[in-house]
Nanobody, 126 residues
Framework: VQLVESGGGLVQPGGSLRLSCVAS????????LGWFRQAPGKEREFVAA????????RYADSVKGRFTISRDNAKNTVYLQMNSLKPEDTAVYSC????????????????????WGQGTQVTVSS
């Protein structure tokens, strides 16, 4: 499985970006999908995740109400819509995938995902 992110860039505080992650290989509809981020000098942290059919979504408290994860199985793509961006959202954002269901609480753990994209930089600055 290969994952390729796009959509990152420089945005002013309060602005919006939509990240995309296209998957190839395997059956996309069988994947649990997640977004994680890593800022310089910090550990990778969970951002958002969704299960196979999108009925369960999880968000980090820091992004609730501002970020939305979604998927388009016809396009083999997972999205992260980011609104009301803050400087503290600056990081490299990576998508991740795993084949098959896991319990909801495990969706937030990086170790639950065997497949990762290379990441896309998001910088929030005036």
């Amino acid at each position: 499985v290969q994952l390729v992110e796009s959509g990152g860039g420089l945005v002013q505080p309060g602005g919006s970006l939509r990240l995309s992650c296209v998957a190839s290989g395997g059956t996309f509809s069988d994947y649990v999908l997640g977004w994680f981020r890593q800022a310089p000098g910090k550990e990778r942290e969970f951002v958002a995740a969704m299960d196979l059919n999108g009925s369960t979504k999880r968000y980090a408290d820091s992004v609730k109400g501002r970020f939305t994860i979604s998927r388009d199985n016809a396009k083999n793509t997972v999205y992260l819509q980011m609104n009301s961006l803050k400087p503290e959202d600056t990081a490299v954002y990576s998508c991740a995938a795993r084949n098959g269901r896991i319990i909801s609480s495990y969706m937030t753990r990086p170790g639950s995902y065997p497949y990762w994209g290379q990441g896309t930089q998001v910088t929030v600055s005036s």
